[in-house]
Structures are given as C-alpha cells and as structure tokens.
C-alpha cells in the first residue's frame, strides 16, 4: 500500500475577532438551549411514565375489544405495545419464564402488526 498524504492542519487565526466576552455569551447561551432541550425530554418522559402507570393486561385489553371501545386499530396496538413494555419493566430478567412468553407474545403481534400494515396498502 502507498502511504497517504494528508493536507496540513489548519492553524488557528492570530487575529482572532471572537473576545472572550462573546465566547463566554455564546457558551451561555448554548447550555440554556441544552437546559431547555433537556427539560422538554424529561417533560416527555414524565408523560410517558404516568402512561404507563396505568396497569394493562390482556384481559384489560380483550375487555376493551368486546366492548368496543377501540375507535381505531392503532389505539389496540399502542394498548398492546404499553402492555408489553410494562412487562419489561416489571420483569426484567429475561430468563423467567413469564418473561419468556411474554417476549414470545410480542415477536407475534410485530408479526401480525406488520402483515396488518401491508395488507392496508
């Protein structure tokens, strides 16, 4: 192999325009966008976890199919999709056997969830 030539590193500027002043304003200015980025997220996850606070089950979910109360099959799946999140909060180690099956459960609905979308189209 024939050895590869780089261009040169650029140097910094002497004449530097940017005063320490400014830089100091700009960094400040960057970390209360981060702040607030990261404010949004933890509102976000906030939200999220009182979501899923609420128990779902199968039978909660069958319950719900029997009386209707899914306008849309969006709102079963996204049922189905908390469900299965809880479990694996609950459970996190995946070698118990209700784990196991509930693992199992999940790979079938994606399947079922994902034939579903192409039959729509």
């Not at 530097?16 to 966008?33: D, I």
């Not at 933890?42 to 606070?53: I, L, V, W």
Request: with cysteine; hydrophobic share 30%.
């Amino acid at each position: 192999m024939g050895s590869t030539s780089y261009p040169p590193l650029k140097t910094q500027k002497k004449n530097c325009k940017l005063s320490p002043h400014k830089f100091s304003r700009k960094k400040e200015q960057e970390k209360e966008h981060a702040d607030a980025q990261m404010s949004d997220i933890n509102q976000s996850n906030g939200q999220a976890m009182e979501d899923m606070t609420e128990e779902i089950t199968l039978t909660i979910i069958l319950n719900r199919i029997s009386g209707g109360k899914y306008k849309h099959p969006n709102e079963f799946w996204m049922e189905l999709g908390k469900m299965f999140k809880m479990v694996n909060i609950n459970y996190p180690d995946d070698s118990l056997s209700f784990r196991k099956i509930s693992d199992r459960l999940r790979v079938l609905a994606y399947h079922l969830y994902v034939s579903q979308l192409y039959r729509a189209h």
